[in-house]
């Protein structure tokens, strides 16, 4: 019943920006986290943003001072400011969201993904 949707990739030089975004949809009550991760060479998911619902923070040290992530809560949409890419930020990078949400009357929380976003820096 919930849907994620990103947007904003694409391909950049060395030093660009690209601001991506993510909004969800459906019977949403409460959303406790927003945030963006990306898959590293072994497959594997690994967060690079989030934000909760109290407005605390939490950056990969790889990105701290570059990327910037930030929400807007009434329209259930997080996004992410990334300034001064390198060649090691390619990748397809993902939103997940941690949802309460109305199940036919009743209210449950869960995980949700988008289906990700490519983002390719190059020279």
């Known amino acids: 019943q919930v849907q994620l949707v990103e947007s904003g990739g694409g391909l950049v030089e060395v030093g660009g920006s690209l601001r991506l975004s993510c909004v969800a949809s459906g019977s949403i009550r409460d959303i406790y986290l927003m945030g963006w991760y990306r898959q590293n060479p072994g497959g594997e998911r690994d967060a690079v943003a989030v934000t909760i619902s109290s407005g605390a923070t939490k950056y990969a040290d790889s990105v701290q001072g570059r990327f910037t992530i930030s929400k807007d809560s009434a329209k259930n949409t997080v996004y992410l400011q990334m300034d001064n890419l390198k060649r090691e930020d390619t990748a397809v990078y993902y939103c997940?969201?941690?949802?309460?949400?109305?199940?036919?009357?009743?209210?449950?929380?869960?995980?949700?993904w988008g289906p990700g976003t490519q983002v390719t820096v190059s020279s």
């Open positions: 997940k969201m941690i949802v309460t949400a109305d199940y036919g009357g009743s209210l449950r929380r869960s995980d949700y």
